[in-house]
């Protein structure tokens, strides 16, 4: 009966009319998909390096007045109801039902967000102006006269946009928000070293060192001494003696006007689930308890070992976990994701044909907090695994495979990379990333990668099941529950992951990012989940790698167009 109502179901939706109606809402999304790749790209035309997508022109520069953040937000509402006016269900079976789905879940998002206000307190140690513009400068096209006219007049507007980010912080003090003071150390941290490096070390002259041309490199060391140079020292001066005192000593964005509504909506943002910070709190509870039983079996037959916290502390005191130096950190991470892409194979069908590197961040933003991250290549570049080599001594091996399983294959770099591949999709799904199902994907990748036999230390078994859905706990209990940074750190030290440094950046990075750290685990779950489903549908004919390309071929989507989406792929006669 089933499949009778299936087929019956296709021949209805394959009648004329039915068609002409279905094509007409294709159009439609396609349509609005289109002009919000153009405004977002329009709004902030950096997005195009950090995405891997390619652009026409490299000469201008995020606007963040708020004359400007009022037009995106009127621009949004119009796209918004107009998405709303197209029936999705006349979409299913074609491409454009991923596209309206990733259009109206970013829509909603940003919708949601406003209450947040956000451009009133952006200091940002993980993701500010001061770690994202040096990029740019690294990935600005030059070799032409006019690549390097677009490269003059794109960092020519660099110094306006800083002087609007402390006018729109100055208006975020009058009016109540701030980020913490911890986070706001961090960043002058990170703005003091900048503007401090020697100015033929600038990181704004990357263009100029990679060009060649005199006259160029004599215009982009004038523009960053007299104009870039002297705006990173406003910034740093303003935030040293007028926003720190002034900031926020809590840690919950609680502490904000409207913090409450949004913590929950960069919960839902993050995850693109519906639940709330208390289901989430519970969840990881949960999740934590079955995780550390787990890491009891194993210490019971690795080590002789039955108490949790004994079993941690013999790991984070294996001496031959430990590295000796940066360099041998670097190897260390190249070596092992070279190994796990010579086992791609076997686990999936649909492979990146794009390639991974390994490279460490440059030397003045090490120790400030920044974390190991994937940042996706473009057809011209490869994408780059950028690691975090601070405090070698105290970084277990054993985590160091995690994360650059977690990072490179088969995590970020084969997901984004295989969406990369893929022409047939909408542009849009290259410039959208929702961390529910990216993290989600990426922390998943830490179970698979012992799945496909890749770690190579007894440490990495453990630690990998210490800390998972912690960040569903203490993200919530941060924010929501009154957790102060002592429990915090407690809390989180428990999994033997983090060095003291560590612990401290990760409360930083929790509080500055609410609601972020719950997305690795509630993606991770749902994916697990939907394995279960297709495992127990298809029985024998279970194939894996069909199940991850399944999962993978649409890009970053919303978690539950991905539950949409492989249930429908279950649906189909096998």
Not at 406 to 435: C, K, M, N, W
Request: one cysteine or more; hydrophobic letters at 40%.
């Amino acid at each position: 009966m089933h499949r009778f109502l299936l087929c019956l179901g296709m021949v209805f939706a394959a009648s004329p009319g039915v068609a002409i109606e279905a094509d007409a809402a294709a159009a439609s999304v396609n349509r609005l998909a289109d002009r919000y790749y153009d405004l977002v790209l329009r709004r902030a035309p950096e997005t195009a390096y950090f995405a891997g997508v390619e652009i026409a022109r490299h000469d201008a520069i995020s606007d963040n007045s708020p004359a400007a953040l009022a037009r995106a937000e009127s621009e949004d509402d119009e796209l918004l109801a107009e998405l709303n006016a197209i029936d999705p269900d006349l979409l299913r079976g074609r491409v454009e039902w991923i596209t309206y789905g990733i259009l109206e879940q970013a829509l909603e998002s940003a919708r949601d967000l406003r209450v947040c206000n956000w451009p009133l307190w952006n200091v940002n140690q993980m993701d500010g102006w001061q770690l994202n513009y040096p990029l740019v400068a690294d990935l600005q096209p030059v070799g032409t006269d006019e690549l390097r006219a677009q490269a003059l007049d794109r960092f020519s507007g660099l110094a306006g946009y800083i002087d609007q980010e402390i006018e729109n912080l100055r208006r975020g003090l009058d009016a109540g928000y701030s980020a913490p003071q911890s986070v706001v150390r961090r960043v002058i941290a990170q703005v003091d070293a900048l503007w401090r490096m020697a100015p033929d070390e600038s990181p704004f002259l990357s263009p100029a060192r990679r060009d060649g041309s005199p006259e160029f490199a004599a215009a982009l060391e004038k523009l960053t001494a007299e104009q870039i140079l002297p705006a990173v020292r406003r910034y740093h001066d303003f935030l040293a003696d007028t926003y720190l005192a002034a900031a926020r000593e809590a840690l919950s964005v609680t502490a904000n006007p409207g913090g409450r509504e949004c913590y929950e909506a960069s919960l839902r943002s993050y995850t693109t689930l519906g639940r709330s910070g208390e289901e989430v709190y519970a969840l990881g509870r949960s999740t934590v308890e079955a995780n550390r039983a787990r890491v009891i079996e194993l210490g019971r037959i690795e080590y002789g070992l039955e108490d949790f916290s004994e079993i941690i502390a013999h790991v984070k005191d294996d001496k031959a976990d430990r590295f000796s130096s940066k360099d041998e950190m670097l190897d260390f991470a190249r070596a092992a994701v070279a190994g796990a892409e010579g086992r791609l194979d076997q686990w999936f069908g649909i492979k990146p044909t794009r390639t991974v590197v390994v490279e460490p961040y440059p030397d003045y933003q090490e120790g400030t907090g920044v974390s190991s991250r994937y940042e996706p290549g473009s057809k011209d570049r490869p994408g780059v695994y950028r690691i975090n080599r601070d405090q070698p001594q105290k970084s277990s091996r054993g985590g160091a495979e995690i994360v650059a399983f977690h990072e490179a294959y088969p995590g970020h770099h084969t997901q984004i990379a295989i969406a990369q591949d893929r022409d047939d999709l909408h542009r849009i799904t290259g410039i959208v990333f929702y961390s529910g199902f990216g993290e989600g994907w990426a922390r998943y990748s830490e179970a698979l990668a012992e799945e496909m036999g890749l770690y190579q230390t007894k440490t990495a078994l453990i630690s990998r099941r210490a800390w998972p859905a912690r960040g569903m706990v203490v993200d919530p209990g941060l924010h929501l529950m009154g957790w102060s940074r002592d429990k915090a750190r407690k809390f989180m030290g428990e999994s033997g992951r983090f060095s003291p440094e560590q612990l401290d950046q990760m409360v930083d990075r929790i509080a500055i990012l609410p609601g972020q750290l719950t997305s690795y685990d509630s993606g991770a779950l749902e994916i697990v989940a939907l394995r279960r489903e297709a495992e127990t549908a298809l029985g024998e004919d279970f194939d894996i790698r069909e199940f991850h390309d399944r999962v993978l071929e649409n890009g970053t989507v919303p978690l539950r167009l991905l539950r949409r989406h492989v249930e429908a792929w279950l649906e189909r006669p096998q």
